[in-house]
């Protein structure tokens, strides 16, 4: 299995500028999750989804940040306008079954690296 | 309600020498609990896991926990470090009831350095 598949890797934009990041779950997974890595905050969820639907998205920051997820196999992250607090990193992860707190495991993506400058 | 605390921010071994590295977790649930690892620039890989079977959970790379539920403890440990292990540890725990997967709770990490 080709795992999560995150892009892109890394990228640099200016602040203002709309940024998007995208996400391939791995096949047959029901729960699609977006969370953001940052050296003061750690691990935050972001949204999750389930069967594409988007179950609890108490996480996202504020408006500027928007995810869909138009089928099983695709989910998109944006930020627009982006601002410079938004540097980070941004996984996206899935699972099956009935998700990671029923213990399955949650299977993470290598990141998207944001810097806004 | 659900928490879990990684005991070391920061933990620095020799090659060759045994690894511990502590979490402790407070869940009304019976939980379930997981051990990633971070590679720099790189995602989470799952170690381990314990979910409710055999309280001594072996993982790869030679990593094994074990599930005190009297110490609600999940401490991570291997019996010789290697410079590859050099990376950062996370400790989840999850309530292991369903519900809402925010409430899958993340470690702060511990960051493990290996000295040659």
């Known amino acids: 299995d080709a795992g999560v598949i995150q892009s892109p890797r890394h990228e640099v934009t200016e602040m203002g500028q709309e940024v998007t990041l995208r996400c391939k779950p791995i096949?047959?997974?029901?729960?699609l999750f977006w969370y953001r890595q940052t050296m003061m905050r750690g691990l935050e969820l972001l949204i999750y989804?389930?069967?594409?639907?988007?179950?609890?998205d108490s996480g996202m920051p504020e408006d500027r940040f928007s995810a869909k997820m138009p089928n099983a196999s695709f989910s998109t992250l944006k930020i627009q306008p982006s601002e410079p607090r938004d540097s980070a990193v941004y996984f996206c992860?899935?699972?099956?079954?009935?998700?990671?707190?029923?213990?399955?495991?949650?299977?993470f993506g290598e990141g998207s690296w944001l810097t806004v400058v | 309600a659900q928490s879990v605390t990684q005991l070391d921010s920061h933990v620095s071994v020799s090659e060759g020498t045994p690894v511990l590295l502590r979490c402790n977790y407070s869940?009304?649930?019976?939980?379930?609990l997981f051990w990633y690892v971070q590679h720099p620039n790189k995602g989470l890989q799952l170690l381990l896991k314990?979910?409710?079977?055999?309280?001594l959970v072996k993982g790869i790379n030679g990593f094994e926990a074990e599930f005190k539920k009297s110490e609600t403890s999940f401490h991570l440990t291997k019996p010789s470090a290697h410079m590859s292990d050099a990376a950062e540890y996370f400790c989840?725990?999850?309530?292991?009831?369903?519900?809402?997967?925010?409430?899958?709770?993340f470690g702060k990490g511990t960051k493990l350095s290996v000295k040659p």
């Open positions: 989840v725990v999850s309530p292991n009831y369903g519900g809402s997967q925010g409430n899958l709770i």
């Open positions: 992860a899935s699972s099956s079954g009935q998700g990671p707190t029923s213990g399955n495991t949650i299977y």
């Open positions: 989804f389930n069967n594409n639907v988007p179950i609890d």
């Open positions: 096949s047959g997974h029901d729960y």
């Open positions: 869940s009304s649930y019976s939980p379930s």
């Open positions: 314990y979910t409710s079977a055999a309280t």
